[in-house]
C-alpha cells in the first residue's frame, strides 16, 4: 500500500483532495510539520489563495526545508503548483525554487475574465506516465489568476501538458521527481481520478 502524505498548509481544498483520494481506495496521512513526512511513498502539497500566506505557512511548519529534501515523489495541486516554482508575480513572493522559472499573472483582454474559472481542454498532452489515459482535448477544472508560462520550461522542466486562457500555459509539469497540476484534480471528474491515480502508481 502507498503511504500517501497530504500537507496541510490552510489550503481549502484539503479535504476534497482527501476524498478524491479516499475515492481512489488511498487514505492519505494528513501532514502539519515535517517530521510528519517521513516515511512517506508520496507528497502531495494543495493550495487555495494566495501565494504568500500560502509560505508563511509552509516555513512555520517546518515544511520548506523538508520539501526541498525530499527523494519521493511530490505533486503540488493548484496553488501548490505555483510554490514549487523560485517566485510569483503574486505579492513578489519567494517560493520552494523546485523547479526553475517565475510564475505570473494571467492578462485579462477581451472576453477574457480573470481569475480563470471553469472547465478547460488540455493540449499538447505529452506521453509521460503521469499522463498515462490522459488525451489532448480532455477538460480539466481550473480556478486560478495566476500561472506558470509555457515557455518557463528550463534546465530539465517538462511542460507535460498546456491549457489556454487568452494565452498558453502550463498545465501539468514535471522536472524530475517534482510534479505540478494547475487545475483542480478533485473537481476534474475522470480525468482528475486519472491524473491522482497515475501519480499514485507511477515508477520513477
Not at 481512489?24 to 515535517?34: E, F, M, N, Q, Y
Not at 506516465?129 to 528550463?154: N, T
Amino acid at each position: 500500500m502507498t503511504d500517501v502524505a497530504l500537507i496541510d498548509a490552510g489550503g481549502a481544498n484539503l479535504g476534497s483532495v482527501r476524498y478524491a483520494l479516499e475515492r481512489l481506495g488511498v487514505t492519505p496521512r494528513i501532514v502539519r510539520d515535517a517530521d510528519e513526512l517521513a516515511g512517506a511513498d508520496r507528497v502531495i502539497l494543495p493550495g487555495v489563495g494566495a501565494a504568500a500566506p500560502a509560505m508563511r505557512a509552509l516555513r512555520a511548519q517546518g515544511l520548506v526545508e523538508a520539501l526541498r529534501d525530499l527523494k519521493v515523489p511530490l505533486l503540488g495541486v493548484c496553488l501548490g503548483m505555483q510554490l514549487l516554482y523560485e517566485s510569483s508575480e503574486e505579492g513578489e513572493t519567494p517560493c520552494l525554487g523546485l523547479l526553475p522559472g517565475r510564475v505570473k499573472a494571467l492578462r485579462p483582454a477581451p472576453g477574457i475574465r480573470i481569475p480563470h474559472m471553469g472547465w478547460n481542454a488540455l493540449s499538447c498532452v505529452t506521453g509521460d506516465g503521469l499522463l498515462q489515459g490522459i488525451r489532448d482535448g480532455d477538460r480539466a477544472y481550473f480556478v486560478h489568476g495566476y500561472a506558470a508560462p509555457v515557455d518557463v520550461g528550463v534546465s530539465g522542466t517538462s511542460v507535460l501538458a498546456t491549457a489556454h486562457h487568452g494565452e498558453a500555459f502550463a498545465a501539468i509539469v514535471r522536472h524530475g521527481l517534482y510534479f505540478g497540476a494547475q487545475f483542480h484534480p478533485e473537481r476534474s471528474s475522470a480525468l482528475g481520478s486519472r491524473l491522482l491515480e497515475n501519480f499514485i502508481r507511477w515508477v520513477p
